[in-house]
């Protein structure tokens, strides 16, 4: 069975950095691609970093050369690092494999104040 369970998001001021973490268990870890999303208020879920199973990254363009994706192989974890935040970077971030699974982690709330 598969678990998200995603942590780190915070309330920061614009320019500040977080690192957000994400726990996962089951099998899923080694064999897919791994990827983080996020959900601003009102809009819809997006994908903002891919880190493949070769170690590819890509990034969507808002966060591209902000946002770093990297993994964890012992501790099945992904993490994002995020980077000179921008009030419109709030939103709850969430990871999951790319494509996502239908069950989806609690997500964590990052917050950017201006």
């Known amino acids: 069975q598969v678990q998200l369970v995603e942590s780190g998001g915070g309330l920061v001021q614009a320019g500040g950095s977080l690192t957000l973490s994400c726990a996962v268990s089951?099998?899923?870890?080694?064999?897919?691609?791994m990827g983080w999303y996020r959900q601003a208020p009102g809009k819809q879920r997006e994908l903002v970093a891919i880190?493949?199973?070769?170690?590819?990254?890509n990034y969507a363009d808002s966060v591209k050369g902000r946002f770093a994706i990297s993994r964890d192989n012992v501790k099945k974890t992904v993490y994002l690092r995020v980077n000179s935040l921008k009030p419109e970077d709030t939103a709850v971030y969430y990871c999951?494999?790319?494509?996502?699974?239908?069950?989806w982690g609690q997500g964590t709330q990052v917050t950017v104040s201006s």
């Open positions: 999951n494999r790319v494509p996502p699974f239908t069950l």
């Open positions: 089951g099998s899923i870890f080694s064999l897919n691609n």
């Open positions: 880190l493949s199973r070769a170690g590819d990254t």
